[in-house]
């Protein structure tokens, strides 16, 4: 692991590292925030997916979560979005949405996809094992977080690993891939055609069996360009219903998909995760 940069805020420090992923294959990126407490014992983290297009830099540089991590007392861990490197293999139109940047938080099972993208378990065992030895960070307090392709990610990533969580959050998550454009271009590229293997990764069908109801929180703007064709919120507001998970979904009147309406609410996610971290 390499230290590429590290700056001092609020009382903590923002870090970035780059190391030699084994699950993806291919050196990568990731930031780490430690709040001021870090210097005095361990603390707890939360991990942050971001969306497409997104690198580690996007979360640590327009969310401003620093200053209420610093208060709160918890890490936030952002990896960055795909595999990265020359010979990672991208969409043939260098499209913005599957490929380099767009990884899904899945593991893909097509070639030439599954030689790096295994977003899944990188995010799932890898990272955490690296974060967990190599920082003052509690093991068994950990909870996750995303934006879009990110809200996604860590709406599945949470839903089937509930005993690694404490609660998840999301703002303008997809939260149905297996019905919109973005999703079906990406599980179909990365999973292949049986659809089966889809449901896997679709937090609508997640929600229908989820053996553990984790505390969640969703947060969507309703001038989001993308709502209606590819986020589809009411979709996990009725999977919800159906199964009897009380989920909190607000509607937030006026905000877009963009990185202010995220800077809005962030308050209010770290609020959240730092009930159910230091319960
Ligand atoms: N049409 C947009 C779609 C990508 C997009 O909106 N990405 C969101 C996540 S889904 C984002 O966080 N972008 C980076 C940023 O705002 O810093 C583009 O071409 O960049």
Redesign the pocket.
């Known amino acids: 692991m390499e230290l590429v940069a590290s700056n001092k805020c609020f009382g903590g420090e923002q870090k970035q590292y780059s190391h030699t992923s084994s699950s993806l294959n291919c050196d990568m990126r990731f930031s780490i925030f430690l709040p001021p407490q870090a210097e005095e014992g361990k603390v707890p983290v939360l991990y942050w997916l971001?969306?497409?297009?997104?690198t580690d830099e996007?979360f640590v540089?327009?969310a401003g979560a620093q200053r209420y991590a610093a208060e709160a007392g918890i890490a936030i861990v952002c990896p960055d979005t795909s595999p990265r490197g020359e010979d990672v293999a991208d969409d043939a139109e260098g499209a913005?949405?599957f490929g380099l940047g767009a990884g899904f938080y899945v593991n893909a099972t097509q070639a030439p996809w599954n030689k790096h993208y295994h977003m899944y378990d990188y995010i799932t065992q890898e990272l955490p094992a690296l974060i967990n030895a190599e920082f003052p960070v509690d093991v068994e307090r950990q909870s996750i977080s995303g934006?879009?392709?990110?809200g996604h990610g860590a709406l599945t990533i949470a839903l089937k690993n509930p005993q690694q969580y404490k609660s998840v959050s999301a703002f303008?998550p997809i939260v149905s891939p297996i019905n919109c454009p973005w999703g079906q271009k990406a599980l179909g590229g990365y999973l292949g055609n049986n659809e089966n293997a889809w449901f896997e990764y679709d937090t609508c069908e997640l929600v229908k069996n989820a053996p553990v109801k984790l505390p969640m929180l969703v947060d969507q703007g309703d001038a989001d360009q993308?709502l209606e064709e590819q986020l589809q919120t009411q979709r996990l507001v009725d999977a919800c219903d159906q199964a009897g998970y009380s989920a909190e979904i607000n509607m937030r009147e006026g905000y877009d998909?963009?990185?202010f309406f995220?800077a809005s609410y962030i308050e209010s996610h770290i609020e959240f995760h730092r009930k159910f971290l230091f319960s």
């Open positions: 971001s969306g497409l297009t997104c996007n540089q327009k913005y949405d934006h879009s392709m990110g303008a993308f998909h963009s990185y995220i």
